[in-house]
């Protein structure tokens, strides 16, 4: 057994992972890159190996950088079935063709504008090539074997995070890998805890927050406190959220709060066509996260939803106060582009973050401080101000990933840190190393780990 690292290394994004059981060549998520040009220019080749050789692919969940390279894979003629959970399935169903219909309009807009510096500028792959990587997924539900081949096996375990967000435990003859996939919150305020793999011989863990602990904060005073103060100031609340998962923890919050009345009852738009269907879905998978039909429906009813493209731009001609919340939650594409262009420029507006900003975004750039972003080729002055709510993160931080792995009951052979930045990965190591003892590394960019019993014990000896 063998696993090659094809992503998610020195990064947080561009998650896939290469394992060889036997002749089975199985693909464990499939990604696409962000962040700095140079990982995003991965993309554009083919993976390094055969996509006709994989046999399989399984996805941990929906995120576009866990997910997204999918109809990359079948044009480079990929013939096999795509895993994942039932709620996964669903989300796919929104977030690959909005992925590719966002890359076909942008590459039209810079040709209209003559800003690439490709002529002509073309997308990653087109909303036809999106509908054909659906026909390809089968759902499973969580805790149930599915047979590969022979002795390959895989079962999905809930992990928070998002809807329909899975660890994968995969077994063949020589042992067990377990993928943590994104790694949830104990305390979450949507989704349930993360669960805990029964054994395995190998880990695969994200370190996303790997040095660092979340701010021990109210996600919903947070937010109040945010709202209330840019409201004071007639400003425009512009929050790039991420579609899945962040969109509907915001809804959720300011439902809540208008409900206590502690913030003015302003107007809240929701301006991403695929954060809106997103929303609806959740009530469909009531067994996945905490909230009641009745939360789902107040999430639901909290904004108004923004389709079209004359009403995205109306909002631009509007004037506080007002929340916006609107894809990408990095603000590497899509309409919150355009409001970046409307309201980044007025100190009484608030650009505010949600989530995790991964190096080489424009999102990482707001937040630390840049005075210009470069957005459709042009640069953008930046006088709002910028805030995170630190509180609101979907992934565990570095003492909830400790916990978590120290609740197993075994101790795994090896264990792998991915999905983090340098500094992040690292510092995970080191605690895992001091705190629980276990033999750990941080793999590079298209390393391959041989998974042999005599494999295993010679890394395990290296200091």
Known sequence: MKISFLGATGTVTGSKYLVEIGSKHILVDCGLFQGFKQLRLRNWKPVPFPAREIDAVILTHAHIDHSGYLPLLLRQGFTGRVYCTHATRELLGVLLPDSARLQEEEAAYANRRGY????????????????????????AD???????????????????????????????????????????????????PPGIPATADYLVVESTYGDRRHAQVDPEAELADAVNAAAARGGVILVPAFAVGRAQLLLQLIARLKQRQAIPDLPVYLNSPMAVNV?????????????????????????????????????????????????????????????????????????????????????ASLLAGAQTVKIHGQLVEVRAQVRQLSGASAHADANELLDWMGSFKWQPKRTFITHGEPVAADGLR?????????????????????????????????P
Not at 124 to 138: F, H, K
């Open 430 to 462: 080191k605690r895992i190393e001091h705190e629980l003892g276990w033999a750990c590394e941080v793999p590079d960019y298209l390393e391959t780990a041989d998974l042999s019993a005599r494999a295993t014990r010679l890394a395990a000896q290296t």
């Open 116 to 139: 690439s510096k490709h002529h002509p500028a073309l997308p990653l792959y087109t909303q036809q090539d999106a509908v054909a990587a659906l026909e390809r997924l089968s759902a």
């Open 279 to 363: 929303t609806e879905i959740y009530g469909a998978y009531g067994k996945d996260h905490r909230l009641s039909p009745q939360q789902c429906a107040d999430m639901c009813r909290a904004a108004t939803y923004v389709n079209s493209v004359n009403d995205s731009k109306a909002l631009n001609r509007r004037r506080g106060p007002m929340i916006i919340i609107s894809a990408s939650g990095m603000a590497t594409g899509g309409r919150v582009l355009y409001h970046l262009e409307a309201f980044a420029g007025d100190p009484r507006n608030l650009i505010l973050l949600a989530g995790f900003q991964a190096g080489g975004t424009r999102g």
């Open 142 to 192: 969580y805790e149930c074997n599915t047979t590969l081949d022979g002795e390959i096996q895989f079962r999905f375990i809930i992990a928070g995070h998002i809807l329909g967000a899975a660890m994968i435990h995969l077994s063949g003859p020589d042992g067990a890998l377990v993928f943590s996939g994104d790694v949830g919150r104990p305390n979450d305020p949507i989704m349930r």
